[in-house]
Nanobody, 125 residues
């Protein structure tokens, strides 16, 4: 089993930056890729980006390309989502997720078996 814990969310003004962290523990050797998703009130969960556990592949949704980046700290089994130039429409609960099977980063939430509890990001205008 794998446990995922997100941190780093908060309330910021538009244009600010935040870095979210997702710490993985347990059977991390079973993880193939890690994804970030977000869900705003009244909306479906959407893909933000992801990274292979090796760190060699990354993917970002078009909505956040150029503003967000994903990286990984191998020693700490932690994946980061650096969010720059935040906009009010980025307000959501952000979740990290782990996938045991996919060779490439999947944009589909159903591909991920492990989920964190989520961290709230609120961007004020």
């Amino acid at each position: 089993q794998v446990q995922l814990v997100e941190s780093g969310g908060g309330l910021v003004q538009a244009g600010a930056s935040l870095r979210l962290s997702c710490a993985a523990s347990g059977r991390t050797s079973s993880i193939a890729t890690m994804g970030w998703f977000r869900q705003a009130p009244g909306k479906e969960r959407e893909f933000v980006g992801g990274i292979s556990w090796s760190g060699r592949r990354t993917a970002l949704a078009d909505l956040v390309k150029g503003r967000f980046t994903i990286s990984r700290d191998y020693a700490k089994n932690t994946v980061f989502l650096l969010m720059n130039s935040l906009k009010p429409e980025d307000t959501a609960v952000y979740y990290c997720a782990g996938d045991r099977h996919s060779a490439d980063v999947s944009p589909h939430s159903y591909a991920y078996e492990y989920w964190g509890q989520g961290t709230q990001v609120t961007v004020s205008s």
